[in-house]
């Protein structure tokens, strides 16, 4: 037996996880063999005491190789994993809305001289100005409520859509509302063509310098055959839940189908890459629509603590015509965004660069 015991395939490290200079990252290596022997990590001779090895190793690109191997007399053993250096890190946050139909809906109706008379985009340039926020919005093509599609908008305001474009985005999120997790056993070709078809109104509607590649898809699922063809799509993240923790034991779900293992790691470590599709997998730190202002503060205390945050909520509980209507929806946004920017978190979009960190494009 050889097991690499503080890192796993696919761990994101950077500045908190060792010393990071101009010329790397160097961090620990620690682990396990299950004889006594030398034990080699990158070809360098580790430390050993007993069982226990360890060995600093520096990491110089963005996807580093890892590999241990001993010999002993029980044969050769060998653990070789990847790790994602998040290089020049900093704190920020990311800011997405799911859910999109019902202001695209009423403004097509109204049509209002300018898309901030609007009460739901007004307060969002307002949280803009007042916080510096960046927002993305998912869509969906068909509003399940009332009679209407994106189709049926209208691209005469493409180009105040451009002039915000550097704070507020449109993603492809679902074709719909219902029925509940529509990704989740369908064909990938369904899910692509949904994807195509909101990106190309979005297009229509507000230019191509609106449109963002989605961090999310509509409950937190799609099946792994779909991957790929997001991928090529420009998705370079999916946002999740992954453990659900109000059954025991608990169990994996809202989690783009990710092992048991995966979603507890997720819970615990937040990021993990799968280098098999060659996307990053983020837990979800605040649901803004689930909690309340004063439930924010202690739900955000540890995510604080990373530089990485994401937060989310959804549109429709800011309407009153809304059976589920919060009062104080955009209270409790705001709070959040309060609260990350009194801590020196800066707004990112997280499908741009790694998440939102472009440190590897410069």
């Not at 926020?133 to 189709?151: A, E, G, I, P, W």
Request: net charge negative; with cysteine; proline share 5%.
């Amino acid at each position: 037996m050889l097991e690499i015991t503080n890192l796993r395939h696919g761990a994101v490290v950077g500045r908190h996880s060792g010393r990071e200079s101009a010329a790397g990252l160097e961090l620990i290596v620690e682990g396990v063999a299950g004889a006594p022997g030398p034990v080699l990590v990158n070809g360098v001779k580790a430390t050993s005491d007993g069982r226990r090895f360890s060995s600093v190793v520096e990491l110089k690109e963005q996807f580093n190789d890892i590999r241990v191997e001993t010999k002993n007399g029980y044969g050769a053993f060998s653990q070789a994993i990847k790790l994602v250096w998040d290089k020049n890190s900093f704190k920020r946050y990311n800011f997405f809305i799911d859910d999109h139909s019902f202001f695209f809906t009423e403004i097509a109706k109204s049509r209002p001289k300018s898309l901030f008379d609007h009460f739901y985009l007004k307060f969002l340039r307002e949280m803009n100005r007042r916080y510096g926020m960046k927002v993305t919005l998912n869509c969906f093509y068909r509003n399940d409520h009332h009679s209407f599609q994106l189709s049926d908008f209208p691209d005469a305001y493409r180009q105040e859509w451009r002039d915000n474009a550097d704070w507020l985005r449109l993603a492809f999120h679902a074709y719909s509302e219902f029925p509940d997790r529509p990704y989740q056993n369908v064909a990938p070709e369904k899910t692509l063509a949904d994807f195509d078809l909101l990106r190309e109104e979005i297009i229509r509607i507000a230019g191509e310098e609106c449109w963002i590649p989605p961090v999310v898809l509509h409950w937190f699922m799609a099946r792994p055959d779909a991957f790929d063809g997001l991928v090529k799509r420009g998705v370079r993240m999916l946002n999740g839940e992954f453990l659900d923790n109000a059954v025991s034991p608990p169990v994996c779900d809202l989690g783009y189908c990710r092992s048991l293992d995966d979603a507890v790691y997720l819970e615990r470590k937040r990021m993990l890459y799968d280098f098999n599709h060659h996307l990053l997998f983020t837990k979800i730190d605040a649901i803004c629509n689930l909690l309340r202002p004063c439930e924010i503060p202690a739900k955000l205390e540890s995510a604080l603590k990373r530089d990485v945050i994401s937060l989310m909520s959804h549109e429709q509980y800011s309407y009153p015509g809304y059976s589920n209507y919060q009062p104080d929806h955009h209270e409790r946004i705001e709070t959040a965004l309060r609260l990350v920017t009194e801590h020196g978190y800066k707004p990112v979009f997280f499908a741009e660069g790694f998440s939102g960190n472009k440190s590897w494009e410069e």
